[in-house]
């Protein structure tokens, strides 16, 4: 038997709004610790790979069991008909016996005084076995997913053919259309929260460093020794100077981390980063990458890993990665 329950219908509804445009039906492969969906578009070109990981300490499952290793197939329209009919808090459980012909959608208000029941019929697909490119990626991006989806929608505007373009301080997109070209220059950017930090940090440093004092006549060979004391006591100044430092440090964190909680800001809305290990140029359908920027709502980031060669990896984690995550993979168009 499956059952799970989600917390919040918001969170499926912008799982299945992300993937209505790719995926026309999806199977959810359903085991002991995670819900995961692989799928192709129809054309073939764009690959999806949904991964979901069942921790109930998490934010999307209130509970989660999965008795033996089950399929459930569905047309995405249908499911996205169901969740338009119920309200971003409410929750979701869906209920499937082994026979493996129907899941059951029960979506509770709130309030708990509002229960609305629908029995989906499975598909039978034949699912094929795809994987997920195992390549290691050296160049990477990470960038607020809003931003990444505003650019997207605003270059499709002039034309089909996105150019990424990215050394180690600026990131490049252009599109050129028949009657108009845009280009977007992204620089990297840290959120002002942790520039702040390093300079409390280093104010504190400031106020601690000791004095400093003008050489004076040379030691005598008593204090030469005490010296050599000092030291193989693992007294000296330098070891000192540098536990205060990392107190210093710990207690700049500190206050950083209660900043964080009480502003309750994801410094990655605002965080522009890259990885590069050498210049990448490459080129992609920008229909395509405009499609998986209509999963923005559910992440504060996208991490783009690119390569020359592979197909770019666009990742929406699922709040925090080890909760799961929604990727899109895409190949280079080959520029004829």
Do not use: W
């Amino acid at each position: 038997m499956f059952d799970a329950v989600f917390s919040k219908a918001v969170d499926l509804k912008k799982i299945f709004n992300a993937l209505q445009d790719v995926l026309k039906e999806v199977s959810l492969d359903c085991s002991a610790d995670r819900i995961e969906v692989m799928g192709m578009d129809n054309s073939h070109v764009a690959l999806v790979n949904l991964k979901i990981q069942a921790d109930t300490e998490g934010p999307l499952f209130d509970s989660y069991r999965c008795d033996k290793n089950t399929t459930l197939s569905f047309k995405v329209e249908i499911i996205n008909k169901i969740l338009k009919t119920v309200g971003n808090d409410d929750t979701v459980q869906m209920i499937a016996d082994d026979d493996g012909r129907t899941c059951k959608f029960v979506c509770t208000d709130k309030q708990r005084n509002r229960t609305s029941t629908f029995n989906v019929n499975l598909l039978e697909l034949e699912n094929e076995h795809l994987g997920v490119p195992d390549e290691d990626y050296e160049t990477e991006i990470q960038m607020p997913s809003a931003e990444f989806a505003k650019m997207m929608k605003d270059l499709s505007i002039h034309g089909e053919t996105l150019q990424l373009k990215l050394d180690k301080e600026t990131l490049k997109f252009s599109v050129k259309g028949d009657d108009a070209s845009m280009e977007v220059e992204v620089k990297e950017r840290r959120p002002q929260r942790e520039i702040d930090a390093e300079e409390r940090v280093r104010a504190m440093e400031n106020q601690m460093k000791p004095e400093e004092v003008e050489d004076g006549p040379a030691e005598d060979d008593a204090e030469k020794k005490d010296d050599v004391e000092m030291d193989e006591a693992g007294e000296s100044l330098e070891e000192v100077k540098k536990e205060m430092t990392q107190r210093t440090k710990a207690k700049a964190k500190k206050v950083d981390d209660k900043e964080k909680e009480t502003e309750g800001e994801d410094p990655n809305l605002t965080r522009v980063a890259f990885t590069v290990a050498e210049p990448v140029e490459t080129i992609y359908s920008l229909r395509y990458m405009t499609m998986f920027a209509k999963a923005a709502p559910l992440a504060n980031y996208v991490k783009l890993s690119v390569s020359g060669e592979q197909p770019i990896i666009a990742k929406f984690p699922l709040g925090q990665e080890e909760h799961g995550h929604l990727s899109f993979y895409l190949a280079p168009k080959i520029d004829e």
